[in-house]
C-alpha cells in the first residue's frame, strides 16, 4: 500500500531554518505531484508548496523567498527547505500525492502521510 512518512519537524527559533523530507513507498513516485500542506492550531488545512512529476514548482504566496521544495526521484523523497521561519508558521505539515496535475487544493491529492510537527517560538 502507498506510505507517505514525513520526518524533519521540529522545534525551532523564529527566524531559523528546518528541512523536512518525505519518503513515499507503494507508488511510482516520479509520475506522482507532491504537495505540502499545513494545518495550524484552529486553521484550516493549506497548501505550502508543491511540485510536479516534471519538476513545475507551486507556493503559496506567504512561503515565496523563504521555502523551497524540490524532489528526488531516485529516493522516492520530496523536500520542503524551510528558512526565515516565524511563529506564524507554526503548523502540522502533511506531506501529499497526486496523481494527476499540480492541484493547488487538498482534494485533489490521492494520499496523505500522517504530518510532522513544526513550532517556532519567538
Known amino acids: 500500500q502507498v506510505q507517505l512518512v514525513e520526518s524533519g519537524g521540529g522545534l525551532v527559533q523564529a527566524g531559523g531554518s528546518l528541512r523536512l523530507s518525505c519518503a513515499a513507498s507503494?507508488?511510482?513516485?516520479?509520475?506522482?505531484?507532491m504537495g505540502w500542506f499545513r494545518q495550524g492550531p484552529g486553521k484550516e488545512r493549506e497548501l505550502v508548496a508543491a511540485?510536479?512529476?516534471?519538476?513545475?514548482?507551486y507556493y503559496a504566496d506567504s512561503m515565496k523567498g523563504r521555502f523551497t521544495i524540490s524532489r528526488d526521484n531516485a529516493k522516492n523523497t520530496v523536500y520542503l527547505h524551510m528558512n526565515s521561519l516565524k511563529p506564524e508558521d507554526t503548523a502540522v505539515y502533511y506531506c501529499?500525492?497526486?496523481?494527476?496535475?499540480?492541484?493547488?487544493?487538498?482534494?485533489?491529492?490521492?494520499?496523505w502521510g500522517q504530518g510532522t510537527q513544526v513550532t517556532v517560538s519567538s
Open positions: 501529499s500525492a497526486a496523481s494527476y496535475g499540480l492541484p493547488e487544493v487538498a482534494r485533489g491529492y490521492d494520499y
Open positions: 507503494g507508488l511510482t513516485f516520479r509520475r506522482y505531484a
Open positions: 511540485i510536479s512529476s516534471g519538476g513545475r514548482t
